[in-house]
């Protein structure tokens, strides 16, 4: 079955960076767009980045195209976000999420998450 296991949330600190890993099994990897989505408080869930199957394109929310960078390892199965110059905003538990071949927003799997907070 499909599993998608994200790690490399943790306490930040504003300014700082941070690398989230979703290791992905049970399809065929390289076939399918990735996507990285956050939770808030209240269930909210917002888009963050997607990548096409071969990594050739990206998408970014607006707020943090100059500050994350998706990539994918179709090697190792593994999709990462780096995330650069973190801010409060940010906090927020992060999901990977399996695509479809044409959208990273159809989703048909989605991982646990890994939480990113900041330290007050």
């Known amino acids: 079955q499909v599993q998608l296991v994200e790690s490399g949330g943790g306490l930040a600190q504003p300014g700082g960076s941070l690398t989230l890993t979703c290791a992905a099994s049970?399809?065929?990897?390289?076939?399918?767009?990735m996507g990285w989505a956050r939770q808030f408080p209240g269930k909210v869930l917002e888009w963050v980045s997607g990548i096409s199957h071969d990594g050739r394109e990206t998408w970014y929310l607006t707020s943090v195209k100059a500050r994350f960078t998706i990539s994918r390892d179709n090697s190792q199965n593994i999709v990462r976000l780096h995330l650069n110059d973190l801010k409060p905003e940010d906090a927020a538990i992060y999901h990977c999420?399996?695509?479809?071949?044409?959208?990273?927003?159809?989703?048909?799997?989605w991982g646990q998450g890994t939480q990113i907070a900041f330290s007050s």
């Open positions: 049970g399809f065929t990897f390289d076939m399918y767009q």
């Open positions: 999420a399996k695509g479809s071949r044409w959208s990273y927003r159809e989703v048909d799997a």
